[in-house]
């Protein structure tokens, strides 16, 4: 009765189980790997944009100083130029 069982039940191989369920873990960990790489660039982004705009930030406030100073100085030389603009007239005028 055994050897009849054995004929009529088909053989189940293990080898193209442990294949398939190896390949499905291995795609999950693929998967995985790829799914961590993407959020650790992410996070690298993000972080060189808040960089990106702190100095961009820094780089606005330094200008507006420039700026003022840039204005000072264009003030003074208004102030200064019809004196020194005189003094060149009398010195030509005694020459």
């Known amino acids: ?9 088909p053989t189940i191989s293990e080898d193209s189980i442990s294949q398939r369920s190896s390949q499905v873990s291995g795609e999950d960990a693929n998967f995985e790997q790829l799914m961590v790489s993407m959020l650790d660039e992410r996070d690298k982004l993000v972080e060189s944009l808040r960089e990106t705009q702190e ?11 420039v700026e003022k100073e840039r204005d000072a100085l264009h003030r003074q030389i208004a102030a200064n130029l019809p004196q020194a603009r005189r003094h060149e007239v009398v010195c030509n005028k005694l020459t």
């Open 55 to 65: 100095r961009l930030g820094d780089s606005e406030l330094r200008l507006k100083e």
């Open 1 to 9: 009765m055994w050897n009849m069982m054995c004929d009529v039940m």
